[in-house]
Structures are given as C-alpha cells and as structure tokens.
T-cell receptor, first 112, second 112 residues
Framework: EAQVTQNPRYLITVTGKKLTVTCSQN?????MSWYRQDPGLGLRQIYY???????DKGDVPEGYKVSRKEKRNFPLILESPSPNQTSLYFC???????????FGEGSRLTVL | QKEVEQNSGPLSVPEGAIASLNCTYS??????FFWYRQYSGKSPELIMS????GDKEDGRFTAQLNKASQYVSLLIRDSQPSDSATYLC????????????FGTGTKLQVIP
C-alpha cells in the first residue's frame, strides 16, 4: 500500500527543545516537501526536495531545517522550537514535477 | 493580493444539488491547477487536476479553467453529505521545482 508515514502524529513540547518530525515514503517518489497548516493561512510550504541531497526553501523556512540523505526519508528539524511553530505539519510527495501531491497523515505540534 | 484566493464559506447546499466552488489566482504564468479535498482532522487528498482551458469531468466532479480570467472552479453534481469537507484550490508555476501554492480553502456543507 502506498504510504507517506509521519512521526510523531502528536507532540507537545517546550520552547527550545530540539525535535525532529520524520517522514518516510514507500512510493519511490523523487519530490518531497513539508507544509504547515494554520487557521486562516492555509497550507504553506516550508521546504521541498527534488531528490537526494537537493533541497530548497519554500515560503516559510525560518526556524526549520531539512535533510534528504535517502530517497525515502525527509525529516523536518526544529532546532529551537518556539510557540509560533505550533501548527499542523504535513509531509507530501510527488512522483514527478507535476504538483500532484500525496500527503502524509499530519503531525500536530504544540510548543509551550 | 494573495496568490490563490478562495471564499472561506461555509457554502451550504442541499443534498442532490450542484455545489460550485471558485478560485482565482494571481500569477499569469501558472500552468497547473488542482483541487484537493480535506475532511476535518484528515490530510488533503487530490481529487482533480486540470492543465488546459475548458472543462474536465471525472464522475460527479467537473473542474473548469479559464486562464484569461485566472479563474478555476469545481462543480460537484448530485452533492452528498459525504462531500462535506474543505476544498483547497492549488496552483503550480512552471519550472523544475515543486512550487505548489494553496488557497485557504472553502468549507462545503451538504445538508441532508
């Protein structure tokens, strides 16, 4: 079954405590990206990756890091989380540069 | 001006009616257009893609694109209560990177 798996699904943490949200896909997709979804602001792209070792900033990259060492994995790193990073995060993949995205189930992050 | 604009709704239609969802975009070079459906608490799911002017039909769904007016719409015929969800319009610019911009979504309520 085609899957994009995110972990953790829910997390409450405190300001400044580094965390990583993992994303793994089993579809051999080249493109992977991270979005955050906030009420009234919709889905906004944080970072994207076109292939292994190729990443670039999206619209709201501040406070986030990513890496793409393997094709199937694209972790999102919050080095020093702040309350304004409280959000619902989605990892998405695409088999080509089509814009047709396949989303993971989402990770709800709360930073106190 | 937002890159992709949608009326947030809610749009309420009776069961069996046609629901009409609209979206405008600001970047004239955009070439790929998408409709995603998002149920409450779930991840977005691609339901329609459209790349050229005109209509594209898939079952009860019809996507309409008018590039001259920078306008995309989604018609849902014979609306069902199970269609109640938020519908996200998304636009992709041409090029070698995965830049997909989303609208904030229109909430659709189908009344039994």
């Amino acid at each position: 079954e085609a899957q994009v798996t995110q972990n953790p699904r829910y997390l409450i943490t405190v300001t400044g405590k580094k965390l990583t949200v993992t994303c793994s896909q089993n579809m051999n997709h080249e493109y992977m990206s991270w979005y955050r979804q906030d009420p009234g602001l919709g889905l906004r792209q944080i970072y994207y990756s076109m292939n292994v070792e190729v990443t670039d900033k999206g619209d709201v990259p501040e406070g986030y890091k990513v890496s793409r060492k393997e094709k199937r994995n694209f972790p999102l790193i919050l080095e020093s989380p702040s309350p304004n990073q409280t959000s619902l995060y989605f990892c998405a993949t695409s088999g080509g540069n089509t814009g047709e995205l396949f989303f993971g189930e989402g990770s709800r992050l709360t930073v106190l | 001006q937002k890159e992709v604009e949608q009326n947030s709704g809610p749009l309420s239609v009776p069961e069996g009616a046609i629901a009409s969802l609209n979206c405008t975009y600001s970047d004239r070079v955009s070439q790929s257009f998408f409709w995603y459906r998002q149920y409450s608490g779930k991840s977005p799911e691609l339901i329609m893609s459209i790349y050229s002017n005109g209509d594209k039909e898939d079952g009860r769904f019809t996507a309409q694109l008018n590039k001259a007016s920078q306008y995309v719409s989604l018609l849902i015929r014979d609306s069902q209560p199970s269609d109640s969800a938020t519908y996200l319009c998304a636009v992709k610019r041409p090029g070698g990177y995965q830049k997909v911009t989303f609208g904030t979504g229109t909430k659709l309520q189908v009344i039994p």
